[in-house]
């Protein structure tokens, strides 16, 4: 049984700076967008400079879902520690070694695939950790280490605008190295609990032994109409989703100029976006089933209506209520997706299921702000994009919508089978007994006799 307290205290601070280090650099990347922007933008004549710089955040971002898949069969093949402080010391030379470039290609690997891959095995693990510590407080422990991202959204923009400002683009990256460094101890604390008896006797023998390949790679999830739909309908919903992140900040300067801190509209999507998960976590536990679905459907319809409102506000304010609802909204998205998953296909496959489902997400996420900053190299203004931005979420939310009554149909079919099967072995069983009856009365009749 988990401890419910005692060292698991420790692992939920260090899960809770993992999320933390991981997210408030991801979720930052728009105030380093602008520095790449400008120190690599020497050449004027470089028609579809926005366009290769918003690869960079993006495909960092991507690769953090990308791996999901990956990273929970190491998980389980490894356990969380070692795959967690691996996947820190990867981060950290992926970070530090983006701090020594002098182009913006080398960036795609240092920083869009080494830093980020590392990142993912360093992340995952501090989900699954959190599951061997805690159950009943499970739901309090979670929202505190989500909370720890959006802790991480609101302060790292000013500080890396500071950093930016007085030392550089580069020297800021080989500050930020300090968080995963410290992100690498604290993996080290994702001690183990008691294993069981047959990790025991593995153990003495001193044999490694791979699981059967089902176990590895669990596709049976895909058998699930309704996680069919959900794994579909929310990559269709993301295209459009992290564009706001990557070029908030840039658009706000094309329109605004250096007048206004840009920087306040990330601490606006911060803040709104823990409330967000501690609202919308709590609201959850009141739908019954499936149903929670339609929260995500909400929060999809919000975002893209927040994402076409962004190029009509003229006024600095008017940006500033749409970051509010847009982060209000998005913690609503993040804090239920667990949940769901439990719902959809049950707690024996819910790991690999959320994995699945990262890894799909990796696709859309990675692919829009680039598209969005070629709108921008051609068009001159990010107008476009938002709007374009706006329209896979409606799209996604609609999708969604039929997942409750796929998955009721489903569980009445499931419903249906068992009740069938209890009927064939209850007449198996009347037939044993007549059977028995019958034979059992002519042996007593014999002994009588």
Same mark, same amino acid.
């Given at each position: 049984?988990?401890?419910?307290?005692?060292?698991?205290?420790?692992?939920?601070?260090?899960?809770?700076?993992?999320?933390?280090?991981?997210? +408030?650099?991801? /979720?930052?990347?728009? =105030? %380093?967008?602008?520095? @790449?922007?400008? &120190? *690599?933008?020497? !050449?004027?004549?470089? #028609?579809?400079?926005?366009?290769?710089?918003?690869?960079?955040?993006?495909?960092?971002?991507?690769?953090?879902?990308?791996?999901?898949?990956?990273?929970?069969?190491?998980?389980?093949?490894?356990?969380?520690?070692?795959?967690?402080?691996?996947?820190?010391?990867?981060?950290?030379?992926?970070?530090?070694?983006?701090?020594?470039?002098?182009?913006?290609?080398?960036?795609?690997?240092?920083?869009g695939i080494l830093f980020a891959c590392g990142c993912s095995f360093a992340y995952q693990p501090s989900l699954v950790i959190l599951g061997h510590y805690f159950?009943?407080?499970?739901?309090?422990?979670?929202?505190?280490?989500?909370?720890?991202?959006?802790?991480?959204?609101?302060?790292?923009?000013?500080?890396?605008?500071?950093?930016?400002?007085?030392? +550089?683009?580069? /020297?800021?990256?080989? =500050? %930020?190295?300090?968080? @995963?460094?410290? &992100? *690498?101890?604290? !993996?080290?604390?994702? #001690?183990?609990?008691?294993?069981?008896?047959?990790?025991?006797?593995?153990?003495?023998?001193?044999?490694?032994?791979?699981?059967?390949?089902?176990?590895?790679?669990?596709?049976?999830?895909?058998?699930?109409?309704?996680?069919?739909?959900?794994?579909?309908?929310?990559?269709?919903?993301?295209?459009?989703?992290?564009?706001?992140?990557?070029?908030?900040?840039?658009?706000?300067?094309?329109?605004?100029?250096?007048?206004?801190?840009?920087?306040?509209?990330?601490?606006?999507?911060?803040?709104?976006?823990?409330?967000?998960?501690?609202?919308?976590?709590?609201?959850?536990?009141?739908?019954?089933?499936?149903?929670?679905?339609?929260?995500?459907?909400?929060?999809?319809?919000?975002?893209?209506?927040?994402?076409?409102?962004?190029?009509?506000?003229?006024?600095?304010?008017?940006?500033?209520?749409?970051?509010?609802?847009?982060?209000?909204?998005? !913690?609503?998205?993040?804090?239920?997706?667990?949940?769901?998953?439990?719902?959809?296909?049950?707690?024996?496959?819910?790991?690999?299921?959320?994995?699945?489902?990262?890894?799909?997400?990796?696709?859309?996420?990675?692919?829009?702000?680039?598209?969005?900053?070629?709108?921008?190299?051609?068009?001159?203004?990010?107008?476009?994009?938002?709007?374009?931005?706006?329209?896979?979420?409606?799209?996604?939310?609609?999708?969604?919508?039929?997942?409750?009554?796929?998955?009721?149909?489903?569980?009445?079919?499931?419903?249906?089978?068992?009740?069938?099967?209890?009927?064939?072995?209850?007449?198996?069983?009347?037939?044993?007994?007549?059977?028995?009856?019958?034979?059992?009365?002519?042996?007593?009749?014999?002994?009588?006799?």
């Amino acid at each position: 049984e988990p401890p419910e307290g005692g060292w698991g205290w420790v692992v939920m601070l260090a899960a809770m700076w993992c999320n933390g280090a991981v997210f +408030g650099i991801q /979720n930052s990347c728009g =105030v %380093l967008f602008v520095s @790449m922007l400008q &120190l *690599f933008g020497g !050449g004027e004549d470089d #028609k579809q400079l926005t366009f290769k710089t918003a690869w960079v955040g993006s495909l960092s971002m991507g690769m953090v879902f990308f791996c999901s898949p990956i990273v929970s069969i190491f998980t389980d093949l490894f356990g969380c520690r070692k795959v967690a402080v691996i996947g820190a010391a990867v981060g950290f030379a992926g970070l530090l070694s983006s701090s020594f470039v002098s182009t913006i290609e080398p960036l795609y690997f240092t920083y869009g695939i080494l830093f980020a891959c590392g990142c993912s095995f360093a992340y995952q693990p501090s989900l699954v950790i959190l599951g061997h510590y805690f159950k009943q407080r499970l739901g309090l422990v979670n929202g505190i280490v989500t909370a720890g991202s959006s802790l991480f959204t609101v302060s790292l923009p000013f500080l890396l605008r500071v950093l930016i400002d007085s030392v +550089g683009l580069y /020297n800021t990256l080989r =500050v %930020l190295c300090i968080l @995963m460094f410290v &992100l *690498f101890l604290a !993996g080290f604390t994702y #001690k183990p609990l008691v294993a069981d008896a047959k990790d025991k006797e593995g153990g003495k023998k001193g044999k490694f032994r791979f699981p059967p390949e089902k176990k590895i790679c669990n596709f049976s999830v895909f058998k699930v109409p309704s996680y069919r739909i959900w794994a579909f309908g929310i990559p269709a919903a993301l295209f459009g989703y992290f564009v706001p992140y990557v070029h908030l900040m840039n658009h706000v300067k094309d329109r605004f100029g250096d007048s206004v801190p840009e920087e306040v509209l990330l601490l606006c999507l911060g803040i709104t976006s823990g409330v967000g998960r501690l609202i919308f976590g709590r609201v959850a536990d009141y739908i019954p089933g499936a149903k929670k679905v339609y929260l995500q459907v909400a929060s999809f319809f919000f975002i893209g209506l927040m994402s076409m409102m962004i190029p009509l506000c003229h006024v600095f304010g008017g940006l500033i209520a749409v970051c509010l609802f847009m982060g209000l909204f998005d !913690g609503c998205f993040i804090c239920i997706m667990a949940p769901i998953a439990f719902e959809l296909v049950g707690a024996q496959d819910v790991s690999q299921a959320i994995g699945f489902l990262l890894g799909f997400m990796s696709i859309p996420m990675t692919v829009g702000p680039p598209i969005a900053g070629l709108l921008r190299d051609h068009l001159g203004t990010y107008d476009v994009a938002f709007y374009l931005a706006g329209v896979p979420p409606l799209i996604g939310g609609a999708i969604l919508c039929v997942i409750p009554w796929v998955h009721e149909r489903q569980k009445l079919k499931e419903r249906a089978k068992p009740v069938d099967g209890e009927t064939t072995e209850k007449m198996l069983e009347n037939e044993n007994t007549l059977v028995l009856d019958t034979t059992e009365k002519p042996v007593k009749e014999m002994e009588s006799g």
